[in-house]
């Protein structure tokens, strides 16, 4: 099953900013979001040191983009990298 794991927090500015380039891929994947104030169990989980935290899940493969890493370029190729395999 193809996941796409929102980790964000309602006072982090880069995480609402990063909202529309997320549902960009609501075609292609489950987008689940994540409160790391809320949802600390799921949070501690995945280990979420940062926000915002993107995890995307395709099968066995797991691509992990945390704060700066994050903007349409770096979504764009990882998105396609993991479709083609």
Known sequence: MK?????KA?????CSLLQPL????SNLYD????DVDIDSEI???Y??????????IDEEEEVRLVGQQI???SLDENVKVIIKK
């Open 3 to 7: 996941k796409l794991l929102q980790f």
């Open 47 to 56: 280990k979420i040191k940062s926000v915002p935290t993107i995890i995307i």
């Open 71 to 73: 903007n349409k370029q």
């Open 31 to 34: 987008i689940i979001s994540y």
């Open 43 to 45: 949070t501690q989980k």
């Open 10 to 14: 309602s006072w982090c500015a880069p």
């Open 22 to 25: 997320i549902d960009k891929y």
